[in-house]
C-alpha cells in the first residue's frame, strides 16, 4: 500500500484490473488468470508446499501471516502479475512454519565464515556501486539513441503529434517534455475503454481495413525497428509523401505528410 498512489486509488486500480478490466484478459499476459498450465507448474508446486507448511506449522504463523499467503495466492491466481508477490510471502513465511524441521537439521555455521560472507557482500556491493557512479551517461543510454530524440524534436512544431510504442513514449516525453499532451500511446491500461483498447490489439496485428486508423492525427510515429510481429514501419513508409527522419537498428521514425481526421 505504500504506493505514489495511496492505499485508496491501489485498492481501486487492483479492483478495476482484476475484478472488470477493460480488456479481455486472454490480450495482455500479466493480468491473465493463472490457470493451471505448463507455465504455471512451478506456482501451484510452490502452493503445494505452502499448504504443507502451513499444515505443519500453523501454530508458528499470526494470523497475519496467515492471511498475507492468503491474499497473495488469491492475488496471484486471479492474475499472472501477482505471481511473485505471493512466492515473495513464501519465502518469508514458509521457513517460519517448517522452523523446527529445519533448526534440527541446520549445522551451525562458523562465526569466520559468517565474517566471511558478510565483508565479501558489502565489498561485492561497494564494487558495483562504484561501477555504476563511475559510467559515463551514454553507457546507460545506450539502447536509447540520441538521434532519435534530435529527429523527433527537429520536426516539431506547435500543433504537431507524436505516436511512439509502448516502449518508448514514456522516454521520448522524459527527453522531451514539452509533448505533454501530445504524445501517444500511455501504458497505463486502466485508462483505455474496452473500445480503444481493442484499437490497439487491432493497430498491433495490422486487423482490419482500418487497423492504421489508431495513428490518425499523428504526423511523427516512432516505432521499434524489429518489433514483433510487425513493426509496421513498410506500412506508414508506403503512404505518398512519407519519409524517414532516423532509423538504426533499436528504432525508426517516421514522418507523415499530412494529418489525418
Excluded at 500479466?30 to 507448511?53: I, Q
Excluded at 541446520?106 to 566471511?116: G, H, M, N, S
Aim: net charge negative; glycine share 6%.
Amino acid at each position: 500500500l505504500a504506493t505514489p498512489l495511496g492505499p485508496l486509488d491501489n485498492a481501486r486500480y487492483y479492483h478495476l484490473l482484476l475484478i472488470d478490466p477493460p480488456f479481455g484478459r486472454e490480450l495482455v499476459t500479466e493480468w491473465r488468470r493463472s490457470d493451471p498450465s505448463w507455465d504455471t507448474l512451478v506456482f501451484y508446486l510452490l502452493a503445494a508446499l505452502a499448504l504443507l507448511a502451513v499444515a505443519k506449522g500453523r501454530r508458528r504463523l499470526t494470523p497475519f501471516d496467515m492471511s498475507a499467503l492468503v491474499f497473495t495466492f488469491v492475488g496471484a491466481v486471479l492474475a499472472i502479475r501477482g505471481i511473485p508477490w505471493f512466492a515473495l510471502s513464501c519465502l518469508v513465511l514458509v521457513p517460519v512454519a517448517l522452523g523446527p524441521l529445519l533448526e534440527e537439521r541446520t549445522k551451525r555455521v562458523p562465526r569466520a565464515l559468517d565474517r566471511a560472507l558478510s565483508y565479501g557482500a558489502i565489498a561485492i556491493l561497494a564494487l558495483v556501486a562504484i561501477l555504476a557512479l563511475a559510467r559515463d551517461d551514454s553507457w546507460y543510454l545506450k539502447n536509447w539513441p540520441g538521434g532519435a530524440v534530435a529527429a523527433v524534436r527537429d520536426s516539431l512544431e506547435p500543433e504537431t503529434r507524436v505516436f511512439a510504442t509502448s516502449r518508448d513514449a514514456d522516454w521520448i516525453l522524459w527527453r522531451i517534455p514539452e509533448l505533454r499532451g501530445r504524445l501517444a500511446y500511455d501504458v497505463r491500461f486502466e485508462i483505455y475503454d474496452r473500445e480503444t483498447f481493442e484499437r490497439i490489439v487491432r493497430f498491433r496485428g495490422e486487423q482490419g481495413d482500418d487497423w492504421k486508423s489508431l495513428a490518425d492525427g499523428y504526423q511523427v510515429v516512432i516505432f521499434e525497428t524489429h518489433q514483433e510481429p510487425s513493426s509496421h514501419i513498410d506500412d506508414f513508409l508506403a503512404e505518398p509523401g512519407a519519409r524517414p527522419l532516423y532509423a538504426d537498428e533499436r528504432i525508426t521514425v517516421v514522418l507523415r505528410p499530412a494529418l489525418g481526421p
